[in-house]
């Protein structure tokens, strides 16, 4: 889905995220997508678009702070009977889109089992504004425990208000949301009769490279001396990131918007991140149908990358990584790449709601972005020391369990080209507790609509979740 780039890191402030978004998020848009201006979806149709607002509470665990605000969902009736569940579509780091209203498996899901749908929008995100600006301060509300309790009124409020209080409601989320959509069963059982948590990251921590290894090995899936040509031509632009007088040449080869200034490790490490950033975005969404969502670029697969980067008619290692990067900016509309880390420090300071991912492993073809990178920005953006950070991981991890999470009536779908499966559940935890690991599909895969030339596995994956969810409602 669509996101602000705005909030993005920002929330990385708040403790108890998934992860700290300043070492590495998957709402942040990686590679030259983030440099597309993103807009809020538009509705296709009437009806299931139309927007309808909520009156949450600002802060769910002070009973002092009696603030409110309005948070924005949809509904979907079309599907409703009267003895049917009611399904919840958890929004995450980007505003909510109505296509999925109109579209994906979890409709499908609705119309066999006479659901009613609801999609709820996440706090701080699209058009969710719990507070005037996005200070610092006021994201001390933005937090994964803030987004449950959101959860949980929403529910409460409007299955007493709609009459629902006899329904069992059903949570489901892709990627962060499918963490949401987890921890929700697990913390307010209660409430949530079961969930669909797909693609999500379970296991919070600080330094990440198995993200990067499975891009090396998804890379390699599709031709093993892929990862060998883009780790010469990362290791070649490193090279001449020392000398400045290869700046004007390296200004021309990348499109730049302004002649190339490296002052400091920062300022290499971000140029780098994000060339190294369309490797990794286009390998976590390989050929999943995202195109009803109005996604740009869904044509550019694992395999279009390999073929540019092995094509000796573009020059050496380095000049086909060039001409990839301005081909990926043809593609997204970007006219010039900035680069700028000051730039980039300045927008992710900007507290206005109208403002505008390397680890450390040797296993991986990128260089030059290293853990120490992502760290020091939660220190530039927020103040939040390496110290801090690395408690606040331990206390995410201890609130939820991280992998020995236990629950019941939770499904857990990843794809095996995804990297953030690494930090999923990928394996049974129990009978209640299945996994679905689809070998050849990447993120979310399971959730888009259905298409013909879908692998075999991932339309077997779709009727896998279907069945569990048959059998827990019937319990």
């Known amino acids: 889905m669509a996101v602000q780039r705005s909030v993005s890191l920002l929330s990385s402030v708040t403790v108890f995220l998934l992860l700290s978004l300043c070492v590495f998020a998957e709402g942040r848009v990686k590679g030259f997508r983030k440099f597309s201006e993103g807009q809020d979806p538009e509705c296709i149709t009437g009806g299931v678009c139309e927007e309808l607002w909520f009156t949450q509470k600002l802060d769910h665990f002070n009973g002092a702070d009696s603030r409110q605000w309005k948070q924005r969902y949809f509904v979907n009736k079309a599907f409703s009977r009267p003895e049917g569940p009611v399904f919840l579509m958890i929004g995450g780091e980007g505003p909510a889109n109505p296509a999925w209203m109109q579209n994906g498996s979890w409709l499908k899901y609705a119309e066999k089992l006479g659901a009613l749908c609801f999609m709820l929008e996440h706090r701080f995100y699209g058009k969710s504004r719990p507070t005037s600006d996005l200070s610092t301060g006021n994201l001390r509300f933005l937090s994964s425990r803030q987004a449950l309790a959101d959860l949980a009124h929403f529910l409460s409020i409007t299955a007493e208000t709609r009459g629902l209080g006899d329904r069992k409601w059903v949570a489901f989320g892709g990627s962060y949301p499918g963490s949401l959509a987890a921890w929700f069963r697990l913390k307010y059982p209660h409430l949530i009769h079961g969930s669909v948590a797909t693609s999500a990251p379970i296991h919070a921590t600080v330094n990440f490279p198995e993200y990067l290894e499975v891009v090396r090995r998804s890379l390699a899936s599709e031709n093993a001396d892929c990862p060998k040509i883009v780790e010469e031509a990362s290791n070649t632009l490193v090279k001449l990131l020392k000398d400045p007088k290869t700046y004007d040449n390296i200004t021309k080869d990348f499109n730049l918007c302004s002649k190339l200034q490296i002052q400091t490790e920062m300022d290499s490490a971000y140029f780098l991140e994000t060339l190294a950033g369309n490797f990794m975005d286009v390998v976590q969404y390989n050929e999943d149908n995202r195109g009803f969502e109005g996604v740009t670029g869904t044509n550019i697969t694992i395999k279009v990358l390999c073929e540019a980067m092995s094509d000796s008619s573009l020059g050496d290692p380095y000049q086909r990584y060039a001409a ?46 290293p853990l120490k990178y992502h760290v020091q920005q939660c220190a530039d953006f927020f103040n939040v020391s390496a110290d801090q950070l690395a408690e606040a991981v331990a206390e995410t991890n201890e609130y939820y369990g991280g992998y020995n999470i236990r629950s019941s009536r939770i499904v857990l779908p990843n794809g095996s080209i995804d990297p953030w499966h690494a930090l999923g559940v990928t394996q049974d935890i129990s009978p209640d507790l299945p996994a679905v690991f689809i070998k050849g599909t990447a993120h979310c895969a399971n959730m888009y609509p259905a298409r013909s030339q879908d692998l075999p596995q991932l339309a077997l994956a779709r009727d896998y979740v279907f069945l569990f969810l048959q059998k827990w409602l019937n319990q």
């Not at 593609?331 to 700028?340: A, N, P, Q, R, Y």
């Open 324 to 369: 990839l990067a301005r081909f990926m900016m043809e593609t997204f509309s970007v006219k010039c790449l900035d680069v700028s880390f000051n730039s980039y420090l300045k927008e992710m300071t900007n507290a206005s709601w109208e403002g505008p991912a390397s680890t450390d492993s040797p296993d991986q073809p990128f260089s030059g972005f």
